[in-house]
């Protein structure tokens, strides 16, 4: 049984058994303050923070091509919306 297996690693390339993972949603889910609070420089600080986050999570994606990065979004204040009405991929 041993060898069979080796066999099959082998073959797929992975290393490992029974071949490569397959392929997967890794989702996240922003939540986004946008009331009043959030007025002036921390909005921008929001906007650059995701701004700064979204090259991370492309890299992620990249290097681990069974992976399928998506995002969705969620803004809050007087009440909550959905910025994105699925999960969006990242490409």
Do not use: C, H
Not at 64 to 79: E, H, S, Y
Request: hydrophobic share 45%; net charge negative.
């Amino acid at each position: 049984m041993l060898q069979e297996v080796d066999q099959t690693e082998k073959a797929s390339g992975s290393g490992l058994p029974g071949g490569e993972i397959s392929n997967r949603p890794l989702r996240f889910y922003w939540v986004a303050d946008v009331s009043g609070s959030m007025a002036g420089s921390k909005i921008g600080e929001l906007n650059f923070a995701v701004r700064e986050a979204l090259p991370a999570m492309v890299s992620v994606a990249e290097e681990n091509a069974n992976i399928a990065v998506q995002v969705r979004a969620l803004q809050f204040g007087t009440g909550t919306k959905w910025i994105t009405d699925a999960p969006v991929p990242l490409d």
